[in-house]
């Protein structure tokens, strides 16, 4: 059989080598040049047509034979599939998967645990990772995968995308490796100084520069932050946005900023929540406190406003606080809570529909893009009492 090519690779073209021979060989399946049960020309007849060279060939033949568009037999050559089948049944894969280490007794759990789906982060973000690969058709696994056997997960699992869950800060090598391997991904909830990984995030600088004008336009001035997770991509964004606004801030209107006010930790404290909260009462005994607190997460604003209460400072009438993220309960607070509300269902469509999208076009996904959150203004903020 000899096959005819009317094209060969594009060299300067943005898509990958291997990319442009797969959609080729592929197109040519789906035309009929390629019946089912042909056998494919040798690799470097394959070469000489398509103008390329033996890694890329190889490692299109590999995808389409993950594909179920061709067929590799051991010493007897690769042939063309039935597509017949391979198009009433075949969709895209795509592994959800968590980087951080799962005990031996969460592992279960952690691939398909419906009470994640009632926390109040992770049950929207993943609801809506959900609803997209449902309208899209696309089949979702869920995993916990070591950041050192990502290669190997993909290679063995045979997943066509990864949907990586809240990388933390020191992920961003490993996406960097996935990107050099051109493992296809898109990570949620993260965004990192190099804009062109592919990732889907809210817009941190945005929701902490709206809590921070809501304080200012009641008439604060002294407003402290707490973060207790600068590990944490968010949480990180969150602390240099507070720092840059209120920077500014002071800098223009010769405002002052007691170090203090700025409770800050690497790494959530272990320890039960009564515990945190005895730490942080102990540091707001210590210090003069500011007229308005941002909380960065809605666990940290728990843990401020209970502390707050333990300290016998009344909330919004003593101190305002504002925090970040609003699941059913902050309405009922008391006071019912001022805060940021993320768009996490958006955030878990988005990552698959960008994922899908570039899997589609034949490229690699690429570039961060944010989206915007909103201020929920209640009862927690009031202006400042007059001294």
């Known amino acids: 059989m000899s096959l005819k090519l009317s094209q060969r690779v594009n060299k300067q073209s ?3 080598i291997y990319w442009q021979v797969k959609e080729m060989l592929r197109a040519s399946i789906k035309r009929g040049e390629l019946k089912s049960g042909d056998v ?3 690799r470097l007849e394959l070469c000489r047509l398509l103008g390329t060279n033996r890694p890329a060939v190889d490692r299109a033949i590999a995808e389409l034979v993950r594909e179920g568009f061709l067929v590799s037999i051991k010493g ?3 042939f063309v599939a039935d597509i017949s089948s391979r198009e009433r049944t075949g969709v895209l894969t795509f592994a959800v ?7 031996p007794q969460d592992r279960d759990r952690v691939r398909l645990d419906s009470s994640l789906y009632d926390n109040i982060y992770w049950g929207p973000l993943l609801r809506g990772i959900s609803y997209a690969a449902a309208d899209l058709e696309v089949q979702l696994v869920f995993r916990h995968c070591p950041p050192d056997k990502i290669a190997e997960f993909r290679q063995a699992s045979k997943v066509d995308g990864i949907i990586a869950l809240a990388p933390y800060v020191k992920d961003e090598e490993i996406l960097n490796f996935m990107r050099q391997q051109h493992i296809p991904f898109v990570a949620t909830s993260c965004s990192f100084p190099d804009e062109s990984l592919p990732c889907v995030d809210t817009d941190n600088f945005e929701g902490v520069r709206q809590a921070l004008q809501h304080l200012w336009d009641l008439g604060h001035r002294q407003i402290g932050v707490v973060d207790l997770a600068l590990n944490s991509c968010d949480s990180l964004r969150r602390w240099e946005a507070f720092r840059q606004f209120m920077g500014e801030k002071i800098d223009r209107d010769r405002d002052f900023f007691d ?5 800050l930790l690497p790494t959530y404290p272990c ?3 009564e515990t945190v909260i005895q730490w942080m009462v102990s540091l707001l005994k210590q210090m003069p406190l500011p007229t308005a607190i941002l909380a960065v997460t809605y666990e940290m604003t728990l843990v401020t406003l209970k502390s707050l209460q333990q300290c016998g400072v009344s909330v919004p009438q003593q101190v305002s606080l504002v925090g970040f993220d609003d699941p059913t309960s902050a309405a009922f607070l008391e ?6 509300r993320q768009p996490l269902e958006a955030l878990g469509r988005r990552a698959v ?3 899908y999208e570039a899997l589609k076009e034949g490229v690699m996904p690429e570039g961060t893009e944010l989206l915007k959150p909103e201020l929920v203004v209640r009862q927690s903020t009031a202006p400042p009492r007059a001294n």
């Open 97 to 103: 998967v968590w980087f951080e280490p799962v005990a």
């Open 14 to 16: 943005v898509k990958p």
């Open 40 to 42: 494919l020309p040798g």
């Open 271 to 273: 320890g039960s929540p």
């Open 353 to 355: 529909q960008k994922l």
């Open 335 to 340: 006071p019912p809570l001022t805060t940021v």
């Open 76 to 78: 007897k050559g690769t």
């Open 259 to 263: 170090p203090r006010w700025a409770i």
